[in-house]
């Protein structure tokens, strides 16, 4: 948008008297965050109004993309970004005596999401509306977000995340788009006059949904789209006959957006859980029926208006759910609802790990929701008729969706929709050949790959603007909205004084990053040491074992040899552990643990450190990214779906040291082998071990030295305070069989590791390095991303850039 220094700066005075009554030199920065955010909102309010008219006027086909979570992050200067005025506002600000990135720092970082689900629906939404595509977000508007970490000892301690104690200035309350959503009850099915069974409800529970509307602003394209986020309120009652009954009810309806489930990639059976999926996917479905109904056509025609995409299985019950609508409301027969439903839908699976899988009791489901608990019955046994005909038994067995008791919600999810992908090429090779086999003989054609992305706008234009000025000064700002335009910057390979403007500005990150760990940690880091980084949820299958391990036999080779050749290094990890998760919270100990011992060794000095953020979260994120030297990308191969913070770090210069798994095959594609350091098991020898199981990890134990010394350290007191978590560790790795082959990749990764400390000591080779993959990682932006699953997935328009 246009916006001169001298407007903003005017009404920005108006704004702060219009909500304060305050000129500036009494407001404080709560009052000019509150003040800015207003701005931002009016300056955006009439494109996003405009947005929406012309969707309407042109019947555009639009996408809603629901998911469970949208971990955001900080909205303030995305949204400045986006409408192209951050540097008027900065400027503007500064005249004003106001420090941007001062007020920036006062707004709560809204942790909607637990991990990479989360946050790829969040880059989805950021790169929609850049990409021009109609498309929105439907999720639930949690009071709380994802618990706020604290370390007590070392250990894990989960404080509430109230992220709305001040407001929230993003988002606008649409009462006017409440709907209802029914719970529980007695529900039957009673012919009418015309012939059509039509359901009865007795008994039921009603919600009120209640939309929050939040702008997704385009960059630099006058588009806005809308995330619509629902909170469960009590429906408005004049009857009330007993108070406390009622106050009970409505504390029972609230808690239903009161809180976000802190599981990452596991399924907890709980009932809140189930309302909470209902709730949403009901919600958001029949708002789009009534918007879709403003187009006054046939419901025959919904799927050429309307694409849903079910993120996870979270959202699965979208399937039953129009399905309802469409046989109970709009009196559609059955063939044609469902030719309509498949049509509509499109599902992403996220995970092969088997603890994920979301399977309902068939009690609880249909307490809970008895109408849809029949139509899925149908479904079922439609799906079972059909396919007896034409597969063995037991494939129809295998694949159906009530089975052992239970609703599996990744084979509804897979039956009900037209499409169904992976988010890495050789995640979706393992659910077609793998884990989801025998869909993909029964339907072959709805499997597709999809390979995650980011946006480059949060990960490097906000998160590090040094860099992206050096980018911008070499190659220009095409890449900004052609990302793969990036890869101009090999021309640059070769030019020292390019090579060393890089290394000066990833030092000047460092330096950042390092005087804001003294600042919240009192721990002072070196920056000419090496910054290796893994910043990902805690769990097994990512081995943050594997690294800590690590850590240790360079310490012992420390106290061995002070003087051995290693290059000064600052571990740095960042992870939550789901709260129920005992191994991870173990682990979690063992990290801290380990730090304390390192960290105070005089001997060790300043070559070792490691450094255990807490809470870490996409605030964090921001500062820890751009000062990475190494990205640690070491889960157990066929394990990590795709991952996604392998491609911020690479978009900021680190040099990625990885298995072959998720999306770091396609790095690797991408940047050659020279320029990423590889090692451990591959995928397939994996799955060779699962065959034969021949692996024996107490044998790695006994035979390799250096291993040895460093799991006895776990338990012979050599870590002071977790010597419980020490032999529980030692003991899942030693005697219970490694389940994620820690020890067989041990050797690998030690080496790999010698590698990249060899590697790092010659700069301007290092640098070229890191200069190929800032030059490779524009293919990974979530703009391509979401403009394939558009044009593939949803037909919907989109403003297609070249890949
Ligand atoms: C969370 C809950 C249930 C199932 C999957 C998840 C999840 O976060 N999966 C992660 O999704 C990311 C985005 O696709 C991938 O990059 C990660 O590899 C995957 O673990």
Redesign the pocket.
């Known amino acids: 948008m246009d916006l001169s220094k001298r407007k903003f700066k005017e009404d920005f005075k108006k704004m702060l008297t219009e909500v304060y009554s305050m000129d500036i030199s009494e407001s404080e920065t709560t009052e000019q965050y509150v003040t800015l955010g207003n701005l931002i909102r009016s300056y955006s309010s009439k494109n996003w109004g405009r947005t929406n008219q012309r969707y309407i006027e042109k019947k555009k086909k639009q996408a809603y993309y629901f998911s469970m979570e949208f971990l955001l992050g900080r909205m303030l200067k995305s949204n400045l970004l986006n409408l192209g005025i951050l540097d008027t506002v900065r400027d503007g600000l500064r005249d004003l005596g106001i420090d941007l990135e001062e007020i920036a720092q006062i707004e709560p970082d809204p942790g909607l999401g637990?991990?990479?689900?989360?946050?790829?629906a969040a880059c989805f939404i950021d790169s929609m509306a850049t990409s021009e595509i109609p498309a929105h977000g439907n999720g639930i508007r949690f009071k709380y977000g994802l618990f706020k970490q604290k370390f007590v000892n070392g250990y894990q301690v989960e404080l509430p995340e109230n992220w709305l104690q001040n407001g929230n200035v993003w988002e606008t309350r649409k009462m006017h788009a409440a709907v209802n959503v029914r719970f529980y009850g007695k529900v039957w099915l009673e012919q009418t006059s015309a012939g059509v069974l039509e359901p009865h409800y007795e008994d039921t529970q009603e919600v009120l949904a209640v939309p929050y509307d939040t702008p997704v602003v385009g960059f630099n394209n006058d588009v806005i789209n809308t995330l619509r986020l629902w909170s469960a309120e009590v429906p408005p009652q004049d009857d009330i006959t007993d108070y406390w009954s009622y106050i009970h009810q409505r504390n029972q309806i609230e808690s239903i957006s009161e809180v976000l489930y802190p599981?990452?990639?596991?399924?907890e059976g709980r009932l809140l859980r189930l309302k909470q999926e209902y709730f949403f996917v009901s919600a958001g479905i029949q708002s789009i029926i009534r918007h879709y109904k403003k187009m006054d056509l046939s419901m025959n025609h919904l799927a050429e208006k309307v694409a849903i995409h079910i993120n996870?299985t979270?959202p699965a019950l979208c399937v039953p759910e129009l399905m309802r609508i469409l046989l109970d409301e709009e009196k559609m027969d059955w063939e044609h609802a469902w030719n309509v439903t498949v049509n509509v839908m499109s599902y992403?699976n996220?995970?092969i790990?088997s603890e994920?899988l979301e399977k309902w009791p068939i009690e609880m489901i249909s307490t809970l929701l008895p109408r849809i608990y029949q139509i899925i019955c149908e479904i079922d046994r439609r799906f079972t008729m059909k396919m007896s005909t034409l597969f063995e038994r037991e494939i129809v067995e295998r694949t159906r969706i009530i089975e052992g008791g239970h609703v599996k919600m990744a084979h509804m999810a897979i039956i009900g929709s037209h499409s169904v992908n992976g988010?890495?090429q050789l995640h979706t090779t393992i659910l077609k050949e793998k884990v989801l086999h025998d869909f993909f003989l029964v339907y072959p054609s709805k499997f597709n790959n999809k390979t995650?992305g980011i946006t480059q706008r949060r990960w490097l234009m906000l998160a590090n603007e040094p860099l992206c000025d050096l980018i911008n000064r070499k190659i220009g700002n095409e890449w900004e909205t052609t990302p793969t335009e990036l890869k101009m910057l090999k021309a640059f390979r070769d030019d020292e004084k390019t090579l060393l403007e890089l290394a000066q500005i990833k030092r000047l990150n460092k330096e950042r990053f390092a005087e804001h760990i003294k600042k919240t940690m009192d721990l002072t880091i070196n920056p000419d040491a090496i910054f290796d980084v893994q910043i990902k949820r805690l769990h097994a299958y990512k081995r943050q074992l594997l690294n800590l391990l690590h850590i240790l036999s360079l310490y012992f080779q420390l106290k061995d040899d002070p003087q051995a050749d290693i290059h000064p290094r600052v571990f740095i990890f960042g992870a939550k552990a789901a709260p129920s998760y005992t191994y991870a919270k173990q682990i979690i100990k063992l990290i801290n643990s380990v730090a304390d011992l390192i960290n105070h060794d005089a001997a060790i000095a300043d070559k070792l450190k490691i450094v255990f953020v807490e809470n870490y979260g996409v605030s964090l994120a921001e500062k820890i990214i751009p000062a990475a030297d190494v990205s640690e990308q070491i889960s157990l191969a066929s394990k990590?779906?795709?991952?996604?913070s392998n491609m911020k770090l690479m978009l900021n210069g680190a040099i990625t040291l990885a298995t072959l798994d998720?999306?770091n095959v396609e790095i690797r594609d991408r940047v050659g082998e020279k320029n990423i350091v590889i090692f451990g098991l591959r995928e397939d020898e994996v799955y060779q071990y699962y065959h034969d199981g021949s692996y024996q990890s107490r044998s790695y134990y006994e035979n390799n030295p250096v291993l040895h010394r460093v799991l006895n350290g776990l338990i012979d007191g050599t870590i002071p305070g977790a010597e419980a978590e020490g032999r529980s560790v030692f003991d899942s790795l030693v005697q219970y069989g490694d389940e994620y082959f820690v020890l067989r990749d041990f050797e690998a990764y030690a080496d790999a590791q010698k590698h990249i400390d060899q590697l790092y000591r010659d700069t301007l080779q290092w640098q070229k390095m890191a200069l190929i993959n800032i030059a490779g990682a524009g293919v990974f932006s979530s703009d391509y991303t979401v403009q394939q699953y558009a044009s593939q997935i949803w037909d919907v328009s989109s403003k297609v850039r070249n890949i």
């Open positions: 637990n991990g990479g689900l989360g946050r790829l599981d990452d990639s596991n399924y996870d979270h992403t996220h995970t790990m994920a988010v890495a995650n990590e779906a795709s991952g996604t998720g999306a």
